[in-house]
C-alpha cells in the first residue's frame, strides 16, 4: 500500500510540475525585465536585449538516485503517448532502467529544487520542449 500512496503523491507532484515551470518560467522573466536595458539604449532597435540565460546552482544539477535532469525531463515527457496519464510514469521510468524507488526519490528531489531554483526550471524546461 505504500508503493501505491507513493505512486499518488508523485502524480501530485508531476502535476503540479507543470505550474511550478510556469514559476519558473515568470521568475525568469521577472530577472529578464530588471536586466533589459531602458528603451533608446544600445540594446538593439527596440531596446530589447537578448533573452536572459538563468544558469542552475551547479549543486541542483547533481543527479538524484541516478537520474540527471535530462533523463528526469525524458522520462516526464515519456507518458505524451498515454495522455500525460502520470499512472504511466513507472513504467516509463523503468524502461529507460529506472527503479520505481529510485524514480520516487528523483521525482520528489528534482521538484523541491524545480521550485527553488528558476535555473533547474529554465533548464527543465528546454530540455523537456527539445525531447
Known amino acids: ?3 501505491i500512496k507513493g505512486f499518488r503523491d508523485m502524480g501530485a507532484m508531476l502535476n503540479a510540475a507543470p505550474g511550478l515551470i510556469e514559476s519558473g518560467n515568470e521568475m525568469a522573466a521577472q530577472a529578464k525585465e530588471m536586466q533589459t536595458p531602458a ?3 544600445s540594446a538593439g532597435a ?3 536585449g537578448a533573452p536572459v540565460q538563468i544558469e542552475p546552482n551547479p549543486a541542483n ?3 538524484i538516485a541516478g537520474v540527471d535532469i535530462e533523463l528526469w525531463a525524458r522520462i516526464a ?3 505524451a503517448p ?4 502520470v499512472s504511466k510514469l513507472p513504467a516509463v521510468a523503468a524502461s529507460f532502467g529506472v527503479a520505481p524507488a529510485d524514480w520516487e526519490l528523483a521525482v520528489e528531489g528534482w521538484n523541491t529544487r524545480l521550485a527553488a531554483d528558476p535555473g533547474i526550471a529554465q ?3 528546454a530540455i523537456y520542449r527539445a525531447v
Do not use: E
Not at 498515454?82 to 496519464?85: A, E, F, K
Open 61 to 63: 544539477l547533481v543527479p
Open 46 to 48: 527596440y531596446g530589447f
Open 82 to 85: 498515454y495522455g500525460y496519464d
Open 39 to 41: 528603451a533608446g539604449s
Open 77 to 79: 515527457k515519456g507518458i
Open 1 to 3: 500500500m505504500n508503493i
Open 123 to 125: 533548464r527543465f524546461n
